[in-house]
């Protein structure tokens, strides 16, 4: 695991001996409290997923509004990344159960990702710099897991305090980029564990879906030395 400055964390004392570094809140501070508790909390009130998610709106805008909460260190590149690029994932919260997790992702200027999915429903803004994202849908019928068809659906550009929503299969594959002469920092709301979770890449010209595990920077997955 990388080593990214001083510990943040004060995760919760009901984690085993082996968690405690890897879940829980990595980041303790209240604005990250509050948005993962009102998660929480609207999670048993709105069974709705969409209904949900737009619930979470309000909540999700204070956190990329409030400034002085991310620790530099979570905010630079990772030239060990997992995404490649030098893009750096830092987990920020992380449900030991792997229902929910909360993430800085530190994308260099000029940098693109991969045209990924997530496979969870989520909320991703832009908390520092621009970003540029191109979103696709697939139009084949999923059958074959190594081959997808896409089409573009809709590309904008994502400025500090914008965001979106993902509400899988709806917008779930895109891919960023940083188009700010600063690295750009989006910070990503998501109903699972995403860097540990199997997704996949997409190769748009040939078709071909690679699956891949991204990884922390900042934290192990469970049962890999990511
Ligand atoms: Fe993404």
Redesign the pocket.
Known sequence: MCDFGQPHRHPSTSLGAGDRENFGFLVDVPQVRALVEATRRLTIEIPDTPARVTALRPAFAQLLAANDWLPPEYGEPDLKSGMGGGIGQYALYRAEDGSLCLFSLVIPPGAQ?PI?D?LAWGL?GVYRGVQDETVYRRTDDGSDESRASLEITRQQTVRRGEFYTLLPPLDDI?F?KTVSDTPSISIHLLANDTACVTRHRFDATSGIVTPFRSGYSNAKCRDTET
Do not use: A, E, R, S
């Open positions: 990702t990924h997530h991703i895109h960023v």
